[in-house]
């Protein structure tokens, strides 16, 4: 008997490891991610037990019933948001999951003043700062003003994990000395980001707020008249099939 559990135990433990190299360490275009992520970001469990934690793994959370979305903003000491940012959350929340936003700003502070920071210390610093009472929300999004990243020095925005979201205002602010361009490019800015963490790609088109160009800025390439902020047809319709799908569980 021992020896058929045994066989069993070896058995789960093969296919544990063969998904977790799947899902975590091969490249995401291979096909058993491709098909068999999704089905596992349902259950909050498999989600813990396979490390998936990518921008969009969170999709279904925030899709979850319930009418409002969790909102803590976080900020480097000099780098305040836009005074607007509640606005246009609640704006980018009803065009996308069409819910209400409940918006926590947090004191500043208790970010390091560090000039720009890694990757690696975005992950720890999204940890650190995260309000552990408004992360247990399904539907819950952290967003942090921050200086500037060393790894994408040219982005205004960047996603590395399920529900955190970077703005980079030194990185806006280089691009140029207009208050009402700067509010737009941070506003396309979080449209964007928050459109990842919702699971969108991006668009093909220049006028989708899911077009590349919203958050790498390439210096000369600058057009902020024509800068978009909202979610055009190819988003939300892909958009449409991710809410079909969480309705589905
Ligand atoms: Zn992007």
Redesign the pocket.
Known sequence: MSKYFTFFFALVVLVYVFLLYCFRIADSGNSINQTYRSFFLRSPISRIAFFLDRPGDARFELFSPGDSLSVEIDYQTGREPDPRVGEWMERIAAQTLHKKVRITLAKEGGIPNNSAFSDRELRKLARDTRDRELAKNRAYVHIIYISKSRDFPSNT?L?LTDKDLFIFSDGIDELTDSRNARSLIEESTIA??F??LLGLE?ASSDDCV?S?R???YQQGKLQFESLPTEFCEESLRELEVIRRESIAH
Do not use: Q, T, W
């Open positions: 925005g996603v964007h980001e459109g990842h991006h899911m590349e919203v958050e790498v």
